[in-house]
């Protein structure tokens, strides 16, 4: 099937053009694909009418080892059965609207913050696919950010000093700052990974800021001066220029690169209005030979 990429902003994120990604099963497609992230780091199609179990299948064909120690798997809490599929909604596991004190909603909002799916974990998320099944009558928008435009960005003597600096990610950490706490059991489930700083993403060649909201503190560092330099980058990072923002219509199909870009869900209100994606986030792995 032909790969056709229209560009979203002069930095990155492009548009597909039609295409089905339940039956993109060739090498050559997937190949087109994957080149496509890593030129746009984003790439938004539309009209993907998948099933769980199509989305599962396309996400592993696409990038191989599947993302389930999730947040939600330390709460126990995925109503499809599945860690690998997470539910990216605001309803509860008998399908109504999560009330304002409902502990998975109050986990959730962590979303608005800027972050990058998964680098909480080790090997980190690599790419991360939502699917949009049902989006609100009102704007419930994403926001992406490119963070190898925003590495560039940098003065030299700025990136000289960020070289060799390593990062802890906790999602315990990014939860705990708005408030809401995991019990000691799924603190135990949940023990943050350490990452380097400036990631460079071995197909492109290009240099990428790795931080976000679960970037904890910067190791060997004291804690505050590590905070503010984490603080001050994502500033620089979240600047206009560097972000799109995705309005979502309802089949939508999105991919992120993890190692590159951030995001975050706008807010909207979610007391009245149902909103429901499914993820599926690939880990940072070499894939099959054969793929
Ligand atoms: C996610 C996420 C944002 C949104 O699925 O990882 O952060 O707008 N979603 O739902
Ligand atoms: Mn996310």
Known sequence: MPVTITP????????????????VHDR??????RTGMDKYAVLVFHDQNFTDQEQLDFAQRF????????????????????????????????????????????????????????SFVDPPGRYSMLSARVIPPVRADTE??????????LDEETRASLEGLRVYHSIVYSRHVLGFDFNEDERDKLKGAIHPLVRTIPTSGRRALYLASHA?????????????????????????????????????????DNRCTMHRARPFDDKTHRRELRRTT??????????
């Open 8 to 23: 979203l902003t002069p930095v990155f994120a492009g548009e597909v053009g039609t295409i089905d990604l339940r039956q």
């Open 28 to 33: 050559q497609s997937l190949e087109a694909l």
């Open 63 to 118: 990038d191989g080892t599947l993302h389930a120690r999730t947040s939600s798997s330390a709460i126990g809490s995925n109503r499809f059965g599945n860690e690998a599929l997470a539910d990216v909604s605001n309803v509860d596991r008998d399908g109504k609207i999560r009330d304002a004190n409902n502990r998975m909603r109050a986990s959730s909002v962590g979303n608005r913050l800027w972050h990058t799916d998964a």
């Open 144 to 153: 992406f950010a490119d963070m190898r435009a925003a590495y560039d960005a």
């Open 216 to 256: 904890e503190h910067v190791v060997d560092w004291q804690v505050p001066e590590g905070r503010l330099l984490l603080r001050d980058l994502i500033d620089h990072a979240t600047q206009p220029h560097f972000i799109y923002r995705h309005i979502w219509r309802p089949h939508d199909f999105v991919i992120w």
């Open 282 to 291: 690939t880990l940072d792995l070499p894939l099959p030979v054969s793929a």
